[in-house]
């Protein structure tokens, strides 16, 4: 009987020992898979911020690059609309000199038709005087 008692007691202790070694095997097994999976996770943050900090350096240069493209269309613009003023108010000034001189001629014209006029107006009264004078003495 203390033979079955001691070998059922190996047995219970052998199937223990096994249950134990499956057991810690499970477990170290879960320890493994958890240490490769934070390895895993981790690995993948740290692309996930290396990705996140170049997407960043990159939208900063191109914040940059469009920053000096709105400034240099600024500057373009401005250089433009001062060419384009200055060339307006050019021709502003040399069309209003060239009316300004038309003007000018026009009324030297009309002034000399005034003239003109006066001085035939005074030869025809002239000559209606003399007519007169020569028709009042033939009456005399």
Request: cysteine-free.
């Amino acid at each position: 009987n203390i033979q079955r008692n001691t070998d059922r007691l190996n047995d219970q202790i052998t199937k223990e020992a096994e249950d134990y070694a499956e057991l810690k095997g499970m477990v170290n097994a879960e320890a493994e898979a958890r240490a490769n999976a934070d390895t895993n996770l981790k690995s993948q943050v740290d692309k996930v911020n290396i990705d996140l900090n170049t997407e960043v350096s990159k939208r900063e240069a191109g914040d940059t690059v469009l920053q000096q493209n709105i400034d240099k269309e600024i500057s373009d613009r401005t250089a433009a609309d001062t060419l384009l003023d200055n060339k307006f108010t050019g021709l502003m000034n040399t069309e209003s000199a060239a009316r300004a001189n038309e003007d000018e001629k026009i009324n030297a014209r009309i002034d000399q038709e005034v003239k003109d006029r006066k001085a035939g107006d005074d030869a025809l009264s002239t000559r209606i005087d003399n007519i007169n004078s020569g028709v009042t003495s033939s009456l005399a």
